[in-house]
């Protein structure tokens, strides 16, 4: 099926240094969201993305926090600086045009801040 | 406060038998359900989902709507080991907005 890949699958960085998670979404679809796990449980939302820009954010998703894709190439995610408690994994997920909106997710990019 | 709300947080059944896990959402809003599925280490994968009030079966998986209480369920008969993972509902408005996700069941099918 349809797969989006997730680039690290794991980082580690030092507490205020910036970091960079790269999705590769499924080819024709246009919305593409972050997602924040934190130790297996909940799947917290952080934010959107269409044709652009921002559609909606979260309450998580600080001014530290930035997402980006340009030219059509890997959706990403950079946090800079970054704060022991963005430690968590990352799903990026994607959907295609249809409002029936099945979200494809990546395996996750796991962040560990110390 | 949490807009959708998962019930129970774990679940342990044993292998043949019947998992049922609940899910309530507190905006009247929300039109669009999706049931998702993590094994560990992996990402979420669509289940199934559901739009409209009443029963839709897939294989041995059948969701139930009832908008008027905002209430949606998912059955899994003849459980497998395989079938052992976290699942969440996933609520939205219109489908192109934000999909909101309850905490999740953790689901256990004992051989």
């Known amino acids: 099926g349809p797969k989006v890949l997730q680039i690290p699958s794991h980082q580690i960085i030092d507490m205020g240094q910036m970091v960079t998670l790269n999705c590769d979404p499924v080819?024709?679809?246009?919305?593409f969201y972050w997602y924040k796990q934190i130790l297996g449980q909940q799947m917290e939302f952080l934010v959107n993305?269409?044709?652009?820009?921002?559609?909606?954010k979260s309450k998580l998703f600080k001014d530290q926090f930035s997402v980006e894709r340009p030219d059509g190439s890997y959706f990403t995610l950079k946090i800079q600086p970054t704060a022991l408690e963005d430690s968590a994994v990352y799903f990026c997920?994607?959907?295609?045009?249809?409002?029936?909106?099945?979200?494809?997710f990546g395996e996750g990019s796991k962040l560990t801040v110390l | 406060q949490q807009k959708v709300q998962q019930s129970p947080e774990s679940l342990s059944v044993p292998e043949g038998g019947m998992a049922s896990l609940n899910c309530t959402s507190s905006d009247r809003n929300f039109q669009y359900f999706w049931w998702y599925r993590q094994h560990s280490g992996e990402g979420p994968k669509a289940l199934m989902s559901i739009f409209s009030d009443g029963d839709k079966k897939e294989g041995r998986f059948t969701a139930h709507l009832n908008k008027a209480s905002l209430h949606v369920s998912l059955h899994i008969r003849d459980s497998q080991p395989s079938d052992s993972a976290l699942y969440f509902c996933?609520?939205?408005?219109?489908?192109?907005?934000?999909?909101?996700f309850g905490k999740g069941t953790s689901l256990t099918v004992i051989p």
């Open positions: 997920a994607s959907r295609g045009t249809a409002n029936t909106g099945q979200l494809y």
């Open positions: 996933a609520a939205s408005e219109t489908g192109y907005q934000n999909f909101y």
């Open positions: 993305f269409y044709n652009g820009k921002v559609m909606e």
């Open positions: 080819s024709n679809h246009l919305y």
